[in-house]
């Protein structure tokens, strides 16, 4: 199957700093990114769809202010955490999906850990 | 609104067990269900997927069947092994929209 890398896969980071993430499609053209979080012993939860070259999409109830997305390249989606505080610890995942594909593809996911 | 309900964890058993996961859904409509592995300190892998009722997904041993009648899509497999460990995530997918709403995820243990 394709290959979605994500990086980094931890970061620790103190509280009032931002935290940017990477979602990376190594084998194919990602036109749709999704951004997933996951809190301990809880499902992932789609937090936003970004397609490439628009802005994203967020679900109800996301700060698209706090959560920044860009997807500026069919190959590379960020998250970025702005001023980000320990609620914002949490697991954070991607899933890319090409044109011809009918299924996304998942990063190993980075584990956010603010102090 | 769509929603995902698989059995806690951890599920720790034996190798050559018998593994079932539980897995029921809420949605509307026809929604695609999927099972995805995680192993440590990996991605999500697609592990089988079923698109309509009475279809069964199947791959590495694993096999699920999509029932509509109890809204379930519970996996199985009949001799588990150690490398089997890892977190296993039912995910449902409506039609045409390629983001997902999973469930909790359960672990699974294998012991030799």
């Known amino acids: 199957g394709a290959v979605v890398s994500q990086h980094p896969s931890w970061v620790i980071c103190k509280s009032g700093t931002s935290v940017k993430i990477e979602c990376r499609s190594l084998?194919?053209?990602?036109?749709?990114m999704f951004w997933y979080r996951q809190f301990p012993k809880q499902s992932l939860m789609l937090m936003a769809t970004s397609n490439e070259g628009s802005k994203a999409t967020y679900e109800q109830g996301v700060e698209k202010d706090k959560f920044l997305i860009n997807h500026a390249s069919l190959t590379l989606s960020t998250l970025t955490v702005t001023s980000a505080h320990p609620e914002d610890s949490s697991f954070y995942i991607c899933s890319a999906s090409g044109e011809l594909n009918t299924e996304a593809f998942f990063g190993q996911g980075t584990r956010l850990t603010v102090v | 609104g769509n929603s995902v309900t698989q059995m806690e964890g951890p599920v720790t058993l034996s190798e050559e067990a018998f593994l079932t996961i539980n897995c029921t859904y809420t949605?509307?409509?026809?929604?695609?269900l999927f099972w995805y592995v995680q192993y440590p300190g990996e991605g999500l892998q697609l592990l089988l997927k079923?698109?309509?009722?009475?279809d069964k997904g199947s791959n590495k041993g694993f096999e699920a069947t999509y029932r509509k009648e109890t809204t379930s899509f519970h996996l199985e497999k009949g001799s588990v092994q150690v490398s089997d460990s890892a977190v296993y995530f039912c995910?449902?997918?409506?039609?045409?929209?390629?983001?997902?709403?999973f469930g909790s995820g359960t672990r699974l243990q294998v012991q030799p």
């Open positions: 084998d194919f053209q990602a036109t749709t």
């Open positions: 079923a698109t309509k009722a009475d």
């Open positions: 995910a449902l997918g409506s039609a045409g929209r390629r983001a997902l709403t």
């Open positions: 949605a509307t409509g026809y929604p695609s």
